[in-house]
């Protein structure tokens, strides 16, 4: 029988970081004699050396706790680490861009690095960052987590750390995965299938292993749960949702500036924007995802100093985002007074706010002309309209986006012995990925324009095939008949996104034979040739700004590529083994030259040791110099204009700014505007749904980054008391020159904390507003918002420190107990864009500026019992410290109630115009998850696993829908930290031949 002891078995190396004998896995038992040689694989250092402690902590994951936990996909659970915080994941709806990332010690994705076997994995976007969907988990031993700088080992992007997935190693036999996983509301099914077959032949010499897995995983919506059914504004705690609405809100040109239409539809409500549409029922909290993956590696020993190898990976997978049906959103559209489809009230209204006469309208409403006569004259009477007719077209279906990847990553090398001690390795890397997203759903400009302009026979001005004319002013079920609903949004959009890795990489490692005590001096020196490209190619409705209605955004294409060159060196020096003062002392060192075709030469260089004081107590430490040069995306991407978040806008109404404040805001409109008009009049609505442009893109003048990392600690393993080990380290991590762009917050504090004329933060320049609203939303063709330039002024600084224990030990001759904690406290993680910028922390806090929360202290505590060596049953426990409102972002919004009680009577937030954050929505209190899994070897070839996870249903805290971030704050949630499917069951079986 299989007995349960993936935590007796790693205990030392898991928590001590020492080097991770990756032990050959079976399907069935074998003798002894036909068992292949261990192969040492250290995760942070190029040494191969079975008696390395290193000087950096390596937290492990192994293949039995993932089978405890019946994880499906590796973002699942390292996004769980408490040394990592969510990034995008299949939480993510609104923002996911079809992959998943590792965002380790919360200071960016594109910061740590993620390998396979200890070798750089295809990348899945222009980024350079790796997609978790495409690791194949069926064939994984163990994770290796290293979280602190490692770029003198494995170059750029690792500078807060390193994933490593190592695989399983001579495999022999057949291995057979089946799970199936549901929520108890009854959604959110999870399927998964793999096959992994391997043997070994000519006497062990050789190995060969083929792995085949299918994954299908369906949507869970966020109208199927109580908390997110209904949108609710972080401002006001009432209903909340978009002013794209049905029926529609029209901005200008009306008596009173805007207005939403009556419930008859026959007129404008002026003023009145009191029905905003809930879009949350149609968005989800688990995205669609179906995976197909290959995985097969082979090797065979040719003589004793050779031995051939290869690996090769293959995935193809469909993830699916879906948010609420469009519309016509914030655009301005030019209407036809004589449109048959704008009823006589409001056309009257029109007029009204037109200025024209009553003969004027009426003759302008009965023309039966376009802008020219049938003689092609001009027609005098025709009377166009610039208006905003915010509509949702929910008779159009959602907007959906299909991103199909497909991947392939080959490895071949030989590796083998130069001398005794000395051995070499050598291999290269090639590797593409594409991704096409395939858009439905959604309006195109061009056409919506063409369906707007319409004779009173209901004929399009503009002649063109299949236009029909669609109608913005009808209510629900009224939008126009289906020719027209297909000619506005009948077309798809594709954009098209490929990247390639080439590696070439040659290590010589061993010992030099001779040392300062009786172990020699081991060694690790090499180089390594990387050249990586990237592209982005769209159609031209999707690369040009404003051409496809409530995408949020254009996609430019983007060309990329760059090499580098390394050379790099490692020692490790054993100084005094078995004195009185020290067990072993141990230095080690490292340095990395590197020469890039965009940035030039970088040195960066590591120094630690380890001090075993007495057996089983070791103090370590490590310092490293490590850089990390900007990548494609952020080199190349063309500038373009997208949307961020913000809840209030300081030039909105109810009332209209004055003094500074208005100059302020008038700076940011052009004269004479319809804007700037309504910004006078306080008539200027706050963002829509929270959601305003920015404008950003690369910048091919950046240069590297540098961060300064070092980490201190203990561990601890008495033989006292056996079975317990514990260890205890601080991180401290400083990047400076870092890439990267103000945040929100950053862009309208420089300039509304002193908000005037003269203060350059306040210009066009860097923030650019509607000209026909005045609002930062709108058409990102006239409206680019807040631009937020990316440079290298960016500083980041994270600390704090991680605590991880082991206790395992036999109760009786028939039950064993594992006890397991690992936890980090984060001390602060703070980012300041430009030198007289906030130096924020968002350790503890939430906002538009914070992205994904940070809790200051986060664990993960496991307990097992193991009886009579056939059943296990195993509690996960997980904690998350309490968060609260930016305080930043708080304070400024009370201070600006204060200020002006007339726009804002209310302090406290209960103002409809929504000045201040609901206090009820300002904390997030401290979350206790539970899993339970229950396993039972019912033979030598079948494993059955239970689980349930969630074990007490907890729902996530509500905070509304504009707090944070759209990626992260959705549904009224943070769907990424905090559960928000609720209770799952899972049950698989694993058969083993």
């Known amino acids: 029988m299989r007995k349960y002891s993936n935590l007796k078995a790693s205990v030392a190396p898991m928590v001590l970081g020492l080097a991770m004998v990756s032990t050959p896995a079976f399907a069935q038992d074998q003798e002894a004699a036909e068992t292949a040689e261990s192969v040492i694989v250290v995760t942070g250092s190029r040494i191969s050396n079975p008696n390395l402690e290193l000087s950096s902590p390596v937290g492990v994951v192994t293949s039995e706790e993932l089978e405890l936990r019946q994880t ?107 799970s199936e996983q549901i929520t108890e509301e009854g959604d959110g099914n999870v399927f998964r299938a793999d096959m992994t077959i391997g043997a070994n032949f000519d006497d062990g010499r050789g190995n060969v292993v083929l792995s085949v897995g299918y994954q299908d995983q369906d949507a869970v919506y966020q109208g199927d749960r109580s908390f997110g059914e209904n949108n609710i504004s972080s401002y006001t705690g009432d209903a909340g949702g978009s002013s794209n609405a049905i029926p529609a809100v029209i901005v200008g040109p009306i008596p009173g500036g805007f207005g939403q239409i009556a419930p008859d539809g026959q007129t404008v409500l002026s003023g009145v924007f009191d029905r905003p549409f809930n879009f949350n029922p149609f968005n989800i909290f688990q995205t669609p995802f179906e995976r197909f993956n290959i995985f097969s590696s082979a090797r065979y020993e040719i003589n004793e100093n050779v031995e051939v190898y290869s690996q090769a990976a293959f995935s193809k997978q469909t993830v699916s985002t879906i948010i609420a049906p469009g519309g016509s959103f914030f655009n301005n559209y030019d209407i036809n007074l004589n449109n048959p489809t704008i009823p006589d009230g409001i056309a009257n209204q029109f007029c009204a706010g037109l200025g024209l006469t009553a003969a004027q309208c009426t003759a302008g409403r009965n023309t039966q002309f376009g802008p020219t006569l049938a003689d092609g004259s001009a027609n005098p009477d025709f009377v166009n309209i610039n208006t905003q007719v915010r509509r949702r077209s929910i008779e159009a279906g959602t907007r959906d986006s299909i991103y199909t990847s497909t991947l392939f990553n080959m490895v071949v090398g030989a590796r083998g012995a130069i001398t005794d001690n000395i051995s070499y390795d050598v291999s290269g890397t090639y590797g593409e990925s594409e991704r096409i997203q395939t858009q439905t759903g959604f309006f195109r400009r061009s056409r919506l324009d063409d369906a707007l302009y319409v004779l009173p026979d209901g004929t399009c001005i503009s002649g063109n095939d299949g236009c029909a004319p669609i109608n913005l002013f009808g209510l629900e079920g009224d939008l126009g008949s289906q020719a027209a609903i297909d000619y506005v949004s009948g077309l798809t959009q594709q954009v098209i996104t490929k990247t390639s890795i080439a590696t070439v990489n040659a290590s010589v490692t061993g010992d030099l034979g001779f040392g300062i005590s009786e172990t020699p001096i081991q060694f690790a020196v090499g180089g390594e040739y990387r050249s990586f490209t990237a592209s ?40 005094f083994e078995g004195e009185s003062f020290a067990e072993s002392l141990t230095v080690d060192l490292g340095a990395r030259y590197s020469d890039y075709s965009t940035a030039g030469t970088e040195f960066t260089w590591k120094a630690g040791g380890s001090w075993e004081v007495i057996p089983g107590l070791t103090f370590r430490g490590n310092y490293q110099r490590s850089s990390r040069a900007p990548n494609i995306g952020e080199l190349f991407a063309p500038v373009s204009t997208g949307l961020s978040n913000l809840g209030s806008d300081p030039c909105a109404g109810p009332t209209a700014p004055t003094g500074n404040l208005l100059a302020a805001c008038l700076l940011q409109v052009p004269a004479g505007s319809t804007g700037a008009a309504a910004i006078q009049a306080g008539t200027l609505l706050q963002p829509a749904a929270g959601q305003i442009n920015i404008t950003t893109g690369g910048n091919p003048n950046l240069g590297t980054e540098t961060a300064k990392t070092w980490t201190v600690g203990t561990a601890f393993q008495p033989d006292a008391i056996p079975g317990f080990a514990l260890t205890v380290d601080y991180f401290n991590i400083k990047v400076t020159g870092a890439v990267s762009s103000p945040t929100v917050g950053d862009a309208v504090d420089a300039c509304f904390l002193a908000p005037s004329a003269t203060n350059p933060a306040c210009g066009p320049t860097f923030i650019s507003r509607n000209p026909a609203t005045g609002g930062l939303d709108g058409d990102p063709s006239t409206t680019r918002g807040l631009i937020l330039q990316q440079s290298n002024l960016g500083r980041i600084a994270t600390d704090g420190i991680d605590l991880s224990m082991r206790y395992n030990t036999d109760l009786s001759d028939m039950i064993s107990l594992s006890l397991s904690f690992d936890g980090t406290w984060t001390n602060k993680n703070t980012f300041q864009a430009t030198a007289t910028g906030l130096d924020r922390d968002c350790v503890g806090f939430y906002s538009v500026n914070c992205g994904s929360p940070q809790s200051e202290f986060a664990f993960s505590q496991r307990t097992s019992m193991t009886f009579d060596e056939d059943y296990t049953l195993s509690l996960r426990w997980r904690y998350l410290s309490a968060l609260q409102y930016e305080p930043a972002v708080n304070n400024a919004e009370i201070a600006a109630a204060l200020a002006d009680p007339a726009g804002c009577p209310d302090a406290l937030g209960a103002d409809p115009g929504g000045c201040v954050v609901n206090p009820e929505f300002t904390t997030i209190p401290a979350e206790h998850y539970f899993d339970l899994s229950f396993q039972w070897d019912v033979s030598e070839n079948v494993l059955f696993t239970l689980t349930a996870q969630n074990l007490l249903n907890n729902k996530p805290k509500l905070v509304g829908s504009d707090i944070g971030s759209t990626s992260y704050n959705s549904g009224n949630v943070y769907p990424s930290s905090y559960d928000a499917l609720g209770r799952r069951y899972g049950a698989s079986v694993k058969f083993t031949f």
Do not use: C, H, M
């Open 536 to 575: 982005r190619v769209s159609d031209d409705a999707s690369k040009t700004p404003g051409a496809v209605v409530g995408a949020g955004g254009a996609a430019p294409d983007i060309f990329g590529s760059y090499d580098v060159y390394d050379a790099f060196g490692e020692v490790s020096i054993p100084v």
């Open 72 to 178: 499906n996909t590796a973002e699942q659970f390292l996004r769980e680490l408490p040394s990592a915080i969510p990034s995008t994941g299949s939480a993510v709806n609104n923002g996911n861009g079809g992959s998943s990332f590792v965002n380790l010690r919360g200071i960016g994705s594109q910061r740590n690095l993620v390998l396979l076997d200890g070798r750089r994995f295809v990348p899945a976007d222009t980024t350079g960052r790796v997609d978790l969907n495409s690791i194949p988990l069926a064939v994984i031993e163990r994770t290796d987590v290293l979280t602190g700088g490692a770029t003198t080992t494995y170059g750029a992007d690792a500078i807060s750390g390193v994933v490593n997935f190592i695989t399983k190693r001579d495999f022999a036999g057949v291995e057979i995965n089946l």
